[in-house]
């Protein structure tokens, strides 16, 4: 429904993904599958690392918390965009567009933080193995995810107030699958200089700072493999950062593609089609990631399969 220069935006037209109407059908059930892949991979990592022992671990402590953080993601976008693919109604309500950008916000941040604090694990239990288990103690894991909780929901908070207080006449078609927050700033009828600031400052120390933490404690990680002399030694501090490592350039090289070399305003197809990798397919893959190229995780999969199997 378009609105009159006069009236207030009461809702969204969600234009979508740029693809023809004769393959919403294909591309409905290639999403359906990302996501219940998403879902049931993490879900699956959850239930592996809580019926292990073996997995009561700080490392993995944090996996179940961004497994948990990685469905919530992907579930603030997933089912809208499936369930306008489905009806070919593309409408959100304001109210359900400014959630959306909260909880898109809240879990991305999560995410971030939640790298950072794996990647301050890795560094203490390679850089520091003999003091491992006093430094990485359970108080101190539960303060960086309660720490990553509340910063995330302060911002996240910061930016859908402040995007609730602009206006929004005529114009109420976004070109993407959510309610992406830079999109709407384009369609706001009232000044935004203030958000895009915050933005830039606010919204930009809590990608930038978690990366740069993240960068510093790959580099220290490396200094100290350099000096291992044995190739065991090397291959086993290279394993336990393989898969965070992995998770890491997915997660950033999406936000940097996204956010560092945005399209035009005249095309956002490349935009949305990065949005798709950042919130579907980096989710989806992070269970996969986990799962093969580690022995721990294959282990307990192991375990728990045969206990199902040889149990009366």
């Not at 999403?31 to 991979?41: D, I, P, R, S």
């Not at 919530?72 to 400014?98: D, E």
């Not at 269970?287 to 282990?299: A, E, Q, T, V």
Request: proline share 3%; charged share 10%.
């Amino acid at each position: 429904m378009r609105h009159n220069n006069q009236s207030t935006v009461s809702e969204f037209l969600l234009l979508g993904l740029p693809i023809q109407v004769e393959q919403q059908g294909m591309f409905f059930a290639l999403f359906l599958g990302m996501y219940l892949t998403t879902v049931l991979g993490n879900l699956l990592i959850i239930l592996l690392i809580k019926l292990d022992s073996h997995l009561h671990t700080p490392m993995y402590f944090f996996l179940s918390h961004l497994a948990l953080t990685d469905i919530s993601f992907s579930s603030v976008t997933a089912p809208q965009m499936l369930i306008n693919m489905q009806t070919r109604s593309q409408s959100i309500s304001y109210a359900g567009c400014i959630s959306q950008v909260y909880f898109f916000i809240f879990f991305a941040d999560i995410d971030s933080f939640l790298l950072t604090s794996m990647a301050y694990d890795r560094y203490v239990a390679i850089c520091y193995p003999l003091h491992y288990t006093t430094i990485m103690n359970q108080t101190l894991c539960f303060l960086m995810v309660v720490l990553s909780w509340v910063l995330s929901f302060a911002n996240a908070l910061l930016h859908t107030l402040l995007l609730a207080c602009l206006s929004f006449y005529g114009e109420n078609a976004l070109p993407h699958f959510f309610c992406d927050l830079s999109t709407l700033l384009k369609l706001s009828s009232s000044d935004t200089t203030v958000n895009e600031m915050v933005i830039l400052t606010v919204g930009g120390v809590v990608i930038t700072l978690p990366f740069i933490c993240i960068l510093v404690s790959y580099g220290h990680i490396g200094s100290t493999i350099l000096k291992v002399t044995s190739t065991k030694g090397i291959c086993k501090a290279l394993s336990t950062c393989g898969s965070h490592l992995s998770v890491v350039c997915l997660y950033y090289g999406a936000i940097i593609g996204l956010y560092t070399f945005p399209s035009s305003n005249d095309s956002n197809g490349k935009d949305v089609i990065v949005a798709v990798l950042y919130t579907l397919v980096t989710p989806m893959l992070n269970p996969f990631i986990y799962s093969l190229r580690n022995r721990d995780m294959k282990g307990a999969l192991g375990n728990i399969l045969n206990r199902r199997t040889f149990s009366p």
